[in-house]
């Protein structure tokens, strides 16, 4: 069974520091995809990146920045220069195999991130 | 603008009572989604429907109903079953076809027991 793990319940940081959330996965699939969202506090989930299991990459998007390793099963995001508009829940997610018909993702249990003003 | 609508915002139940949540969607994607969340917990799958006029259990379906008789449409109706309702209730759409598109989600339902 696939499995995600976010250790960190809530993160606080001052404006302008350099956060990590970390996200740890467990499948027995070989092709698989992860992803992050972000949840403010008006509750809907935001998109922010899938990432395939083929492609350990990391990625960059402005402020924000995706480390993947295969080897630890971690998927961590990284938010640079942070701002009280990044304050929300960030989930990581998985999707094992890519069947027609079997794209569930699994999520983890969020990371509260605060950003101090 | 396409997206996912979900009414109501807020919801209330009474005891005994069955109540259903709407979850429509104009991004002509195949695929929809019920998901809850309770408190310091992860988004659960309810049911999800990856075509018209059919469905699948999701990990948490007991105490729950759904259809899927039009494409936009996915409608959740919470049984006197479930006896535990109170939760946030998100709904998700996304493309179908094997490359694990991203779920769109809607603005979530937030259903209280009176």
């Known amino acids: 069974a696939q499995k995600v793990t976010q250790a960190q319940t809530e993160i606080s940081v001052v404006e302008k520091e350099d956060v990590t959330l970390d996200c740890v996965y467990e499948t027995r699939d070989t092709t698989y995809y992860l992803f992050w969202y972000k949840q403010p506090p008006s509750g809907e989930l935001v998109f922010l990146i899938r990432r395939n299991s083929f492609d350990e990459q990391n990625e960059i998007s402005g402020r924000y920045s995706w480390n993947f390793q295969k080897s630890t099963s971690s998927f961590n995001f990284t938010i640079t220069a942070s701002q009280v508009v990044d304050s929300a829940v960030y989930f990581c997610a998985l999707s094992e195999s890519p069947n027609f018909g079997n794209e569930k993702l699994t999520f983890g249990t969020g990371t509260r991130l605060t950003i101090i003003p | ?114």
Request: net charge neutral; glycine share 10%; proline share 4%.
């Open chain 2, 1 to 114: 603008d396409g997206g996912i609508t979900q009414s109501p915002k807020y919801l209330f139940r009474k005891e005994g009572q069955n109540v259903t949540l709407s979850c429509e969607q104009n991004l002509n994607h195949d695929a929809m989604y019920w998901y809850r969340q309770d408190p310091g917990q992860g988004l659960r799958l309810i049911y999800y429907s990856q075509i018209v006029n059919d469905f699948q259990k999701g990990d948490i379906a007991e105490g729950y109903s759904v259809s899927r008789e039009k494409k936009e449409s996915f409608p959740l109706t919470v049984t006197s079953a479930q006896k535990n309702p109170t939760a946030f209730y998100l709904c998700a759409s996304s493309k179908v076809g094997g490359s694990n598109q991203p779920q769109h989600f809607g603005d979530g339902t937030r259903l209280s027991i009176l």
